[in-house]
């Protein structure tokens, strides 16, 4: 949003260096006109009072030269005078154009320039013969003082737009930052978060029409959750019923083909009763913002324990504690392994390990990893693969794991694996110790 701010700024200035520099190319033309306007008018005045003035051609140089000097003096020009054949009596100022005999008359009692920065010249023929040219010097400085004048006029307003434009064009990035990071931390997943409305422009329209769609999405999606909560859990009454009813069913035991139909019932019961308790855990953890109880805890002994009761899995690691849910912690490491059993192959191997102020917790399984499967989209609810879309599971397992890992602040990541599958988990930890194999 800086760069949006600068770009505004900017363009806020160099719109006003172009009107300025504009400005100043129109006033120099106006200004050169008016110089030669006027320095013409002037210098024919200048041309009758020297005519008027000079001494007869009969007079001596030097009288000439004098006269010369007194009309320089007086009047603030450069001037000389030629005779008939072109050859200088007189001069006084700078370097003027000699007269030429052959000159046609055209070239004379007239004023023009030579180039762009010389003053405009007059050259008067007298009664006498003799030829007297004129240019007409504007006052010292005049010109550089107007013009210095006018730049450091032109820098004040430069300055003073500037210092204008600043807080008006940070007011209005400053908005858009705070409305930029509203969405951020919607998108995060802080549903709570509204914009800050503030005028009543296109920005304050924009942070409305924002806080109005994540309101109602909001409420959306709790009302989602909780409708999802109440099913689930009004689920779990008739499955207790089922499996009450099935228990008090009376099938002759010694019949092997109803034995095993009803350890097929009663399997695919707790895997619904399994489910729903998964249904029930994300969603009371999108419900809440915190964790509702945090302790030490002793993560390779929780570790140790879970994995005790499947066979063909081995953990390693370090001793250290992290602070988080030790329900929510077993129940991560639980999923991690069964993900692992389930579509991957034994061993199974759990490493924990602290580094770095953090936990690092392993699972690599011996199976074919996650080929056919979104890494970007394995931790979502009910995605399962089309590598796994004939396993056993409904895709929960991975997006309980993420969330409990979100929950304690920690990340969670597929990593690359030569062979097998390989999640890794990174906590926060508060203490690491000796490493030791369980």
Known sequence: MRQLFFKIYLAVLLSLLIFAVASAVLW??????????????????????????????????????????RIAHDLNVNIAIDDAQGERIARVGGRLPPFQPNEPDEFLNRHGKNNRSAAPITRMRL?????????????????????????????????????????????????????HHSVTQWGAGD???????????????????FNQAA?????????????????SHELRTP?????????????DEADEKQHKRKQAIVKEIDEFD?????????????AQERLAHVEAVDMLGLVAEECAHYDGVSVEGAVGTVQGD???????????????????????????????????????DAGDGFAGVDTERIFEPFYRGQANSNSKGVGLGLSLVYKIVQHHGGSVAIMPAEQGGHV???????????????
């Not at 003799?130 to 003082?145: A, S």
């Not at 709570?192 to 005028?199: E, I």
């Not at 296109?202 to 942070?207: G, H, R």
């Not at 489910?275 to 994300?282: A, C, E, F, Q, R």
């Open 239 to 251: 499955l207790a019923r089922m499996r009450m009813q099935l228990e008090l069913l009376h099938i």
């Open 127 to 179: 009664s006498d013969g003799r030829v007297v040219t004129v240019r007409l010097l504007p006052p010292e400085d005049d010109g550089w003082t107007k013009g210095w004048a006018f730049a450091i006029g032109l820098l004040g307003l430069l300055l003073v737009v500037g210092l204008v434009a600043w807080p008006l064009s940070r007011r209005l990035t400053r908005r858009l930052e705070d409305l």
């Open 191 to 209: 549903l709570s978060v509204r914009a800050h409305v503030a005028g009543h422009d296109e920005v304050s329209m924009l942070a409305e029409s």
């Open 28 to 69: 120099g033309e106006m200004r050169s006109q008016r110089e030669d306007e006027y320095l013409g008018r002037q210098q024919e005045v200048a041309a009758q009072l020297i005519q008027n003035t000079l001494p007869s051609a009969s007079s001596s140089v030097a009288d000439q030269q004098m006269a010369l000097e």
């Open 424 to 438: 890794q988990v990174i906590l926060p930890c508060v203490h690491a110790a000796k490493s030791m194999v369980a």
């Open 215 to 231: 309101g109602r999405i909001e409420q959306l999606i709790q009302t989602n959750h909780l409708l999802l909560a109440n099913a």
């Open 274 to 286: 399994q489910m729903i308790d998964s249904i029930l855990l994300g969603s009371r953890l999108d």
């Open 326 to 364: 030790a329900h929510l912690l077993r129940r991560l490491v639980r999923n991690l392994v069964e993900n692992a059993l389930r579509h991957g192959r034994a061993p199974v191997q759990v490493h924990v390990a602290f580094k770095d102020s953090a936990m690092h917790l392993d699972v690599m």
